[in-house]
């Protein structure tokens, strides 16, 4: 709602004023990539189990855990390189929010695949016996769907536009919208500060202030 229909207050376009989003070209689509990749090893290795081949389904465990680790350690990066943060405009909250708690679920679900590995290993699984395995795909692959969702909506498009060299193009900012933003928040300190004046308390100097730009 917030990005289809931006208030004045976060300068009347998406992302809000001042706030420049990772690259799409870089990390966030290195990232999706790692995990459709993931999702395709693991289902060679689920098939690898059902047909007795054992080389196989190690070496499809071990690609989907090194991918499912680098995809962790670049969402870790990202969030050390962002210019903004959780409390960066309605922005940062959605945007640390939702990759937050995704990056907690990709952790669960890479911890599952590792277990089941490790019981792979010990030979606790056989081709018509492996229902933790499934669960556990299972699991990762709803993983993988939810990321393609979150890359559309919050990296394409929520995010920054950047060219084809991967240099920033204005964020659909344009002189007007700079100058309405800057005209939204002098009224609301001028009008606050009448509020104030007049011994009302900031709380409701803020609804009266809402009140009043509403008109």
Known sequence: HVSVFPSIFIGGTWPPFGVVTPNIWLIPLLNTFL???SGITLTWAHHAIIERNRIESIAGFILTIVAGTLFLGLQYFEYTE???TISSSVFGSIFFLLTGFHGMHVLIG???IIICFIRHIQYHFTSSHHVGFEV???YWHFVDVVWIGLFLSLYWWGGSSYN???DLISPHLYIEDVQLYE???DSFQNLKTTFVNKGLSDDYANAKNM???RK
Do not use: M, V
């Open 35 to 37: 995990l459709i990749f």
């Open 82 to 84: 962002t210019t903004f």
């Open 110 to 112: 890479l911890t599952f």
């Open 136 to 138: 556990a795909a299972w």
């Open 164 to 166: 084809d060299n991967g």
């Open 183 to 185: 005209h939204s928040q």
């Open 211 to 213: 009140e009043e730009l």
